[in-house]
């Protein structure tokens, strides 16, 4: 069966621009969530999503948001990009909420603001 | 606030080697425990994944163990191969603030060479 799918693959943005990434989780997968992953951090916890319903988020500014569609696939939006957005964005997707049966991550989204 | 440590930081060891990662976590009440390895640049794949319930779990070369009381789980790579360089991940799912959220450690960077 198909994984999770992120799309694009990479992206080269300006400061001050904002950009949206997409994921589509497996077939069947209700819960869906965004991760960063930078160097220095590591992997941060951004949002969950499940039945279109933000469940949790994390210590992240405003500018960051997401949301997800009825058909489970779910949507990133950064605003006003900063420098420090740079980092590899991965989405997981789960059977369901609280990630009880795991998680399977994509193979992310590359942003790097220039 | 979950912390989880890996530990060590960076192992390279020669071919066919029994080896052994360590993870370690602050708060016992968690969900379940799931090891990752990424290859550089890539998306994350899942390796193993412990209910809380459960002490252990095998995957072909692979066996990962799980003590809830003492905050630790350890992965056993068996006969190391060329092919299981990666930087390997351990995260913890709890509930209440974290739920539906992963803590990842910082990984442990694993080279075998020839």
């Known amino acids: 069966k198909a994984g999770v799918t992120q799309t694009p693959r990479y992206l080269i943005k300006t400061r001050g621009q904002q950009v949206t990434l997409s994921c589509s989780p497996i077939s069947g997968h209700r819960s869906v969530s965004w991760y960063q992953q930078t160097p220095g951090q590591g992997l941060q916890f951004l949002f969950e999503?499940?039945?279109?319903?933000?469940?949790n988020k994390g210590n992240f500014p405003g500018r960051f948001s997401g949301r997800q569609f009825s058909n489970s696939r779910s949507e990133m939006n950064v605003s006003t990009l900063e420098l420090g957005d740079s980092a590899l964005y991965l989405c997981?997707?789960?059977?369901?909420?609280?990630?009880?049966?795991?998680?399977?991550f994509g193979s992310g989204t590359r942003l790097t603001v220039v | 606030k979950q912390e989880v440590t890996q530990i060590p930081a960076a192992l390279s060891v020669p071919e066919g080697e029994n080896l052994v990662l360590n993870c370690s976590f602050t708060?016992?009440?968690?969900?379940?425990l799931q090891w990752f390895r990424q290859d550089p640049g890539k998306g994350l794949t899942s390796l193993l994944l412990i209910q809380s319930s459960q002490r252990e779990q095998t995957s072909g070369r692979l066996n990962a163990s799980l003590d809830k009381s003492s905050g630790r789980s350890t992965l056993y790579i068996a006969a190391s191969q060329p092919g299981d360089s990666a930087t390997y991940l351990c995260a913890v799912g709890a509930g209440g603030t974290s739920y539906g959220k992963l803590t990842f450690g910082q990984g442990t960077i694993l080279t075998v060479h020839p």
């Open positions: 999503y499940f039945s279109e319903t933000q469940r």
């Open positions: 708060d016992s009440a968690i969900y379940n």
């Open positions: 997981a997707s789960s059977l369901s909420s609280g990630g009880g049966y795991g998680y399977t």
